[in-house]
């Protein structure tokens, strides 16, 4: 987990938002590899080992599958040209969320994107934290706090959660997520194929307040 990055993280459990108390026991530059996230508000432990964060709650919830090696060092090329598009990834800065099954983009997007952080959730290929990658394994929750990402991209088993994906997200960030998924009221589609939808996020539209003129 690149150190940067936890202040972008929340609590998974809920309540209010509240910033995650990190202690790291071994580094490997800037990236935890062994530590523990402190929750100051519900005082939820979530242990850091090998680089990946693990806020599984297990309570009820199924477990996630053991990952799978990746087919090839650079994982899926065809996939991480896709994400750079949906996601207009065409300057630096920030980070993006791959949950699931977009983990496999992770690595060549590497390579196709500069100076952009990667958080994989619950992935399903064997990836290294480190080096711009960050891993966290979860419920299916996305414990990002309101406002904090660039782009988040959720495949069929995190469809459940594009209302929490669609409050992480910062103004015009992008969304992805299976056709099957409902579009949150404060997204706005840009398009869709037989596959997914990529939407941005508005503008907030509470109440627009008229400005007093005299
Ligand atoms: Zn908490």
Redesign the pocket.
Known sequence: MFIELVESLR?P?P?EFTWLVASTLEMAGRDIRRGLLG?P??S?RYPIRDGVVDFQTRDGTTPIPDSTPLASATGDAELAMRVAALFDLTSPGGFIVLAGEWGHAAPALLGVVEGVEILVLNTTVALTSGNGISLARTDGAIPIRPGAARAIALDERHSPHVGAAARALRQYGRLVAPVGATLPADLEELARDGRDWVATKRLETTEAVPLRRG
């Open positions: 609590c459990r309540h929750c508000s519900c939820a």
